[in-house]
T-cell receptor
């Protein structure tokens, strides 16, 4: 099925560093979502984007909906140990009858060293 | 409690047994979804439902059955469990503008 290309697959950073990850696709999306998953838990919604070019922040997190509607990125500034987890992008395809179904990236595993 | 809940959180069963995973949401969201999460495959959609009594197959529906008699509940049944169905299962419901909210998951082991 349709996949989003999420990169990087994993990141090992020092506490205090900034983090950037992105998702790309050959298809056009009308919604981009970013989730974080802690071990043993379900994904938690971090940021939702609904318009091309939209830039949205949530604390130290900033995400953007790409102008082409085929990509999105997530930045985390001044990382802290509790940022550790798996970050997923997800998009809802534009047009057609997607019935709200999402396409997910494979995830970015973030490790933060104190 | 408000939100989306799943039960049981952990389940061990044997090959060939029937297993039902429960999902309950308190937001009255119309859309609900079942996913499985496996290493190397990410989140894959099993079934979804647009409303009570309206369900449809997702990417990996074989071996699963769903029902939705009430808006707030969306149970997933494995009719005859197989080892390949060992996984973590997540239920989600969709808010008004497209975002999905996930439950805490059920970790299922089939021996």
């Amino acid at each position: 099925g349709q996949q989003l290309n999420q990169s990087p697959q994993s990141m090992f950073i020092q506490e205090g560093e900034d983090v950037s990850m992105n998702c790309t696709s050959s298809s056009i999306f009308n919604t981009w979502l970013w989730y974080k998953q802690d071990p043993g838990e379900g994904p938690v919604l971090l940021i939702a984007l609904y318009k091309a070019g939209e830039l949205t922040s949530n604390g130290r997190l900033t995400a953007q909906f790409g102008i082409t509607r085929k990509d999105s990125f997530l930045n985390i500034s001044a990382s802290i140990p509790s940022d550790v987890g798996i970050y997923f992008c997800a998009g809802q395809l534009a047009g057609g009858t997607s019935y709200g179904k999402l396409t997910f990236g494979q995830g970015t595993i973030l490790t933060v060293h104190p | 409690d408000a939100g989306i809940t799943q039960s049981p959180r952990y389940k061990i069963t044997e090959t060939g047994r029937q297993v039902t995973l429960m999902c309950h949401q308190t937001w009255s969201h119309s859309y609900m979804f079942w996913y499985r999460q496996d290493l190397g495959h990410g989140l894959r959609l099993i079934y979804y439902s647009a409303a009570a009594d309206i369900t449809d197959k997702g990417e990996v529906p074989d071996g699963y059955v769903v029902s939705r008699s009430k808006t707030e509940n969306f149970p997933l049944t494995l009719e005859s469990a197989t080892r390949s169905q060992t996984s973590v299962y997540f239920c989600a419901s969709r808010g008004g503008v497209g975002e999905q909210f996930f439950g805490p998951g059920t970790r299922l082991t089939v021996l």
